[in-house]
């Protein structure tokens, strides 16, 4: 029997209120430890994908799955929260502690665990990321880059089974970018991840997909990249040897 899917989605519809649609007849299927890139133009929809997977947005018509289950309600969500974990486009939006270690252990303490436990786990998590020298750093006066993995890092805390990364290497320098993508290849969950950094998806992901005109398109990365640069540029990319 095919394992069931940890996140689906079935023809999700979407538009903000006084706009023109935004997702139109959605379809996606992320399984168990896939990891699923998202490229597409600005205001193509791709963070409303994930506003709506997290349920912090409702579909106008279709259904988000859970590990098969139709997830409808604030509490079914606050059950795909626990286990699925939102990376915000900017840091700021995730960091909110005077503290790096009071921001990761935020987690942990808010599901009941002690003041002990927490800290320990978040000690751990910056230490699996090698960012243990920053946990007693004012969280606000962290570089971007700093800021953007210890947002991570409140995220690893809570041992999701998927994570959701919006363009997490928006003003990375090239060392942590390729930091992120070591992270991210010692870790065993599922992903989709958003970025126009076409290079890091083809390194992090083995499908990538494109998000244009409401949907989701699956299909060879190649034929995407090319249709991703005829939306981006209104041409074909360049390839080594065109003259
Ligand atoms: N709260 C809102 N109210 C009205 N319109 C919104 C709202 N949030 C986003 N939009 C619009 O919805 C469209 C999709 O936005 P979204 O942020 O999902 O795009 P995106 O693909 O993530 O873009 P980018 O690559 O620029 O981050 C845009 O036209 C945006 O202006």
Redo the contacts with the bound molecule.
């Keep these: 029997m095919p394992e069931t899917p940890l996140i689906e989605l079935k023809a999700v519809c979407f538009g903000?209120?006084?706009?023109s649609p935004?997702l139109n007849q959605v379809d996606l299927t992320l399984a168990a430890n896939q990891r699923i890139g998202l490229i597409?133009?600005?205001?193509?929809?791709?963070?409303?994908?994930f506003?709506l997977i997290m349920g912090l947005i409702k579909p106008t018509a279709g259904t988000i799955l859970f590990r098969g289950r139709p997830t409808n309600s604030e509490d079914e969500f606050k059950g795909l929260r626990r286990e699925v974990g939102l990376l915000f486009?900017d840091a700021d939006d995730q960091l909110f502690s005077p503290t790096v270690l009071e921001d990761i252990a935020f987690g942990p303490l808010n599901l009941g665990a002690s003041i002990d436990e927490a800290r320990s786990r978040a000690l751990a998590t910056l230490d699996s990321l090698g960012l243990g020298h920053l946990a007693q750093r004012i969280t606000h006066q962290l570089s971007g880059g700093e800021k953007k993995l210890v947002a991570l890092a409140t995220i690893l805390v809570m041992e999701p089974a998927a994570l959701l990364l919006?363009?997490p290497t928006n003003n990375l320098d090239p060392v942590t970018r390729d930091r992120l993508i070591a992270i991210l290849a010692g870790l065993d969950l599922a992903a989709i991840i958003?970025s126009?950094d076409y290079d890091f998806l083809a390194e992090t992901c083995r499908d990538t997909n494109i998000?244009a005109d409401g949907k989701v398109l699956t299909g060879e990365p190649s034929s995407l990249h090319t249709h991703y640069h005829i939306h981006r540029h209104g041409e074909l990319p360049h390839r080594h040897g065109d003259t």
């Design positions: 903000y209120a006084d706009r935004i597409g133009a600005n205001g193509s929809g791709k963070t409303t994908l506003y486009q919006d363009e958003i126009h998000m």
